[in-house]
């Protein structure tokens, strides 16, 4: 049977990149990011629930994310899940889920020197991923690149 492991998020950063290095000398940057998904209730009550998620990079991918992302920038990304285990200093066992990014896209165009943008504009339709996706020539067109934060879709726009 085949298997999947596949993500796909667009959020802000909830802080700034934490960029370390692995005893093998290679890049690792850690993101947390926010997803925010808003709809309207039954009883046309406006909805809002905000879903926090960590987030994991390496190589080059990860030195881009931290030279040019800052708390509170949108963020598109796709990834995979990786589950962690671990015993903490008492002996019990312990898990996190968190996502490891093979490829993410700036959301926003600001080339003003402030994180996030690519300078000389278009900043908003680079995307970066792992060399292995670069290889095989993989690309994907960028989200429209507006001023304006994402207005979400509310679920009644949706045709199915």
Same mark, same amino acid.
């Given at each position: 049977?085949?298997n999947?492991?596949k993500?796909?998020?667009m959020?802000?950063?909830?802080?700034?990149?934490?960029?370390?290095?692995?005893?093998?000398?290679?890049?690792?940057?850690?993101?947390g990011?926010?997803?925010?998904?808003?709809?309207?209730?039954?009883?046309?009550?406006?909805?809002?629930?905000? %879903? !926090?998620?960590?987030?994991?990079?390496? $190589?080059?991918?990860?030195?881009?994310?931290?030279?040019?992302?800052?708390? +509170? &920038?949108?963020?598109?990304?796709?990834?995979?899940?990786?589950l962690?285990?671990?015993?903490?200093?008492?002996?019990?066992?312990?898990?996190?889920?968190k996502?490891?990014?093979? %490829? !993410?896209?700036?959301?926003?165009?600001? $080339?003003?020197?402030?994180?996030?943008?690519?300078?000389?504009?278009?900043? +908003? &339709?680079?995307?970066?991923?792992?060399?292995?996706?670069?290889?095989?020539?993989?690309s994907?067109?960028?989200p429209?690149?507006?001023?304006?934060?994402?207005?979400?879709?509310?679920?009644?726009?949706?045709?199915?």
């Amino acid at each position: 049977m085949p298997n999947l492991n596949k993500v796909m998020l667009m959020g802000n950063l909830t802080r700034d990149p934490e960029l370390r290095y692995l005893p093998s000398n290679m890049p690792v940057v850690q993101i947390g990011m926010a997803i925010n998904r808003r709809w309207r209730s039954k009883e046309g009550e406006n909805q809002e629930e905000t %879903t !926090f998620v960590d987030c994991e990079a390496f $190589g080059r991918t990860a030195e881009v994310i931290n030279e040019y992302l800052k708390k +509170g &920038r949108p963020l598109f990304i796709e990834g995979r899940l990786k589950l962690d285990q671990w015993q903490d200093k008492e002996g019990n066992n312990r898990s996190k889920m968190k996502v490891i990014i093979e %490829t !993410f896209q700036f959301v926003d165009s600001r $080339g003003d020197g402030d994180g996030g943008g690519s300078g000389g504009g278009g900043g +908003g &339709r680079r995307s970066y991923g792992d060399d292995s996706g670069a290889a095989r020539g993989r690309s994907r067109p960028a989200p429209a690149s507006t001023d304006e934060p994402h207005e979400p879709i509310d679920e009644d726009d949706i045709p199915f």
